[in-house]
């Protein structure tokens, strides 16, 4: 179980955080916590989002569009130093709740800042304008 001041750091972030909870026995991980900011910026509660599923569903509704998110995080994966790097960091199109698409570099830890078995998803909106 996560303690919750292993996330209280997350709550004075102006960018949307998530915290997964990570397990060797499915890829399919829980989503545990959000900040305000992801509340905010995507949406989301982790009620419609739990899992690592349901967030796919919900931020990239496009089956298309899906694979070519998954083929960006293999590449992304394929290409990192697990020794130097502490991010693998892709840039997205996320559907938030209200219907709006918005572009966002997504950087997942590769070494957990939260406590052990958790790591942390952070959202950073990219302006196209």
Do not use: C
């Not at 001041?5 to 989503?31: C, I, M």
């Not at 590449?75 to 990192?80: A, N, P, Q």
Request: glycine share 2%.
């Amino acid at each position: 179980m996560l303690d919750p001041s292993s996330t209280q750091h997350f709550d004075d972030f102006s960018q949307p955080v998530l915290v997964v909870e990570y397990t060797h026995k499915s890829l399919n991980h829980k989503l545990v916590y959000q900040n305000k900011s992801f509340i905010k910026a995507i949406g989301w509660t982790l009620d419609e989002i739990p899992d690592k599923e349901h967030w796919w569903q919900k931020a990239y509704p496009d089956p298309q569009y899906q694979k070519v998110v998954e083929n960006l995080w293999e590449i992304e994966m394929e290409s990192i130093d697990l020794n130097a790097d502490e991010f693998v960091v892709i840039t997205v199109n996320i559907m938030t709740k209200h219907n709006k698409m918005k572009r966002f570099e997504v950087r997942t830890e590769l070494k957990s800042s939260v406590t052990e078995g958790y790591y942390a998803v952070i959202f950073d909106e990219v302006n196209t304008a």
